[in-house]
């Protein structure tokens, strides 16, 4: 506290203690109040009032002092004085010898640091408000604009003055949209159609509104900021017509493919027909080994046609899958009748074994069964010199039944060579189209690529998955599993098995 305001109250309290004396003295004289009388008790009453009025200017004014002090240091806060002028503030405030300095005086120096301050914000604000490329505008419920920034003004081709006090032209477009009693939300986010000025082309503007509230909550005024969206729009719709003119030129490309391979499948089997005739008929050597070649080709190319059907079902989503009974053991007995000769002229060791909890009769796909195991088994032939090709078929169970009686199983295939094995920088790329592991221009096994690229997808469709184990030199081992039902009851091995652990028998040209 300053000597002036120690001075203050030192006279203020010896001018009541000076008039408490004098009341004592006039209340003690009863002589002195015989004489005066009525007067006496008038003068009594205005020294009590005197004494009541000087307490009170000294309570005001302690209490504005405070207030002053109080409302200082607010303002040292909001301007973020620094540590230097606070500390040198307090010891001017503490060194009694300083030039006595009045607390309005502080104050007011305060408000004057608090002006500069805000002056820098708005300054500051209206930098990066103006540097902006969006517009942004503030506006009253009815929509009359108070501020717009340059982007704003030179979108619309006006001077700021003459904007403030018009109409923020989204309100002509019923945005924001207003609540059922007309009062405009808080936050919300809209997009329009604008037209800049001298412009033809509308642009597409994101407006994101904003209530600006005081901190008692109480609105002031609405703010929008509009971002140019118009290249996005365009971006996205290019995406999208590209995107349907792809799928629409692989359609195309799938019909093409399905109808050329079935008027290409016609003259196959006419030549495949033929060839058959002719090999009844009596032949030279030379002549009955050109028509052998003609029929190993025409049967290569039918196998090419029907991958490429398959692969163009696939892409299309036309392949169906179907759910029939069948027997897995008389699947597994065909595939290794057609293998058995081929593995035994190549000399390789040959076997295919079921598992006894494998069930008779299971429902699925069996001509999908049959395709993955011939791809699968086809390539463990084509990629095997030496060595042997193992089979085996197993199984878990669903202990669940439904009321139908029918039950879950899924199926477990895996089939094991002895070849050329792959190498791992190669096995992710197994399962892509067209590709294949000897590409040279001198390969000698043949093949499209195509054959695992389609085991993949039908195992997918038959819920299940295909996965490669390989080791380059020792061989390769493929895996895959097929989700089926089968009904409660055709769980046993037939009457005429041999014995339940029996496996189906191998091939005599295994080793």
Not at 278 to 284: A, Y
Not at 416 to 430: C, N, S, V, Y
Request: hydrophobic share 40%.
């Amino acid at each position: 506290m300053g000597v002036l305001f120690q001075r203050k109250t030192a006279m203020i309290l010896a001018l009541t203690l000076s008039l408490a004396i004098t009341l004592i003295v006039l209340a003690s004289d009863a002589e002195l109040r015989e004489r005066l009388g009525m007067t006496y008790w008038v003068l009594g009453l205005a020294i009590i009032g005197s004494i009541l009025l000087v307490l009170a200017g000294y309570v005001w004014d302690r209490t504005l002092i405070d207030r002053l002090r109080e409302i200082n240091q607010q303002a040292r806060i909001q301007t973020e004085l620094s540590e230097q002028e606070i500390a040198a503030e307090e010891n001017e405030a503490e060194d009694d010898f300083q030039p006595e300095q009045d607390e309005i005086i502080g104050v007011a120096r305060q408000i004057e640091r608090m002006a500069q301050s805000l002056q820098k914000m708005e300054a500051s604000y209206r930098g990066i408000v103006e540097d902006q490329v969006d517009l942004i505008c503030r506006y009253r419920a009815d929509g009359t604009l108070t501020f717009a920034n340059s982007s704003f003004a030179q979108f619309f081709g006006q001077k700021r003055s003459k904007l403030v006090g018009s109409r923020f032209k989204v309100f002509d477009q019923g945005y924001p949209k207003r609540d059922f009693q007309g009062n405009l939300p808080d936050r919300d986010e809209f997009t329009c159609e604008m037209t800049a000025s001298g412009q033809d082309e509308t642009a597409t503007y994101q407006w994101t509104h904003r209530a600006i509230k005081t901190t008692s909550g109480e609105i002031l005024e609405y703010q929008a900021v509009g971002h140019d969206i118009s290249d996005r729009i365009a971006a996205e719709a290019a995406l999208i017509e590209a995107k349907e003119a792809a799928e629409s030129a692989d359609k195309a490309k799938s019909e093409f493919l399905t109808v050329v391979s079935h008027e290409v499948r016609t003259p196959i089997n006419a030549v495949l027909g033929f060839s058959k005739l002719l090999r009844e008929t009596d032949l030279t050597k030379d002549q009955s080994e050109y028509v052998g070649n003609i029929h190993h080709s025409g049967v290569t190319l039918e196998g090419l046609i029907a991958d490429i059907l398959d692969v163009s079902r696939l892409e299309a989503g036309q392949l169906e899958i179907e759910h029939a009974p069948f027997s897995v053991r008389e699947c597994v007995t065909d595939l290794q009748d057609h293998f058995g000769p081929i593995t035994k002229q190549a000399g390789l060791g040959f076997k295919m074994q079921v598992d006894p909890n494998v069930p008779v009769i299971v429902n699925g796909d069996q001509t999908r069964l049959r395709q993955v195991l011939k791809n699968m088994i086809g390539n463990a032939v084509k990629f095997t010199e030496q060595g042997r090709i193992d089979v085996s078929l197993t199984c878990a169970r669903n202990t669940e039944v439904d009321p139908d009686g029918i039950c879950k199983v899924r199926l477990f295939v895996e089939v094991a060579d002895t070849g050329i094995g792959i190498p791992p920088e190669r096995i992710k790329e197994l399962f892509k189209p067209f590709n294949q592991m000897d590409a040279s221009s001198t390969r000698r096994r043949g093949g499209t690529g195509l054959g695992l690229v389609i085991s993949k997808r039908l195992c997918e469709l038959m819920g299940g998955a295909i996965s490669v184990d390989s080791e380059p030199g020792r061989g390769s081992t493929f895996r895959f599993s097929i989700a089926m039902t089968y009904l409660k009851g055709d769980s046993q091995p037939p009457v005429a098995a041999p014995h339940p652990s029996s496996p189906v028998p191998e091939n005599p040209s295994a080793t």
